[in-house]
């Protein structure tokens, strides 16, 4: 995928620091693999909505500091556990890449009808007639 640090340095707002570069492209590369497990195959990676979404779960995770799983601002509460469970697609992202999911769909394999106008579909057999028999 195209996407770059230089991406996400515009949406931030800011530089991002030689030191957190690696951790941005890794960032980058779980977004765009999540993004691709969840769409499937067949959408376009260049897509303006994709990248949109992709660079949004990447600032997102910047956001989070490592091993903090929930915070508080009023009394500054911080609770810490093992891992943060961030680093997934969040409800915002799945609504936004719904469009780009491939679509389940059936389609008839059998001709019901096997004779329209007269003209006999190849493969199919013809509907049983019933003859009425009137003593003859």
């Known amino acids: 995928m195209s996407i770059a640090a230089p991406d996400i340095e515009v949406r931030l707002g800011r530089k991002i620091e030689d030191d957190e570069k690696p951790r941005v492209e890794a960032f980058i590369t779980d977004a765009s693999a999540l993004v691709a497990d969840y769409c499937g195959s067949g959408y376009r990676e260049d897509s303006p909505g994709i990248r949109a979404v992709i660079c949004a779960e990447v600032i997102r995770w910047l956001a989070v500091a490592p091993g903090i799983v929930s915070e508080k601002v ?7 556990g093992s891992s943060a469970t961030t680093q997934s697609l969040s409800p915002a992202a799945r609504t936004s890449l719904k469009r ?3 679509k389940l769909a059936s389609i008839p394999l059998q001709v019901d009808t096997p004779a329209w106008d007269g003209i006999v579909v190849e493969g199919s057999t013809l509907p049983v007639r019933r003859m009425q028999t009137e003593g003859r």
Do not use: M, Q, T
């Not at 009023?74 to 810490?80: L, P, S, T």
């Open 74 to 80: 009023g009394d500054v509460a911080v609770e810490f």
């Open 100 to 102: 780009y999911r491939r």
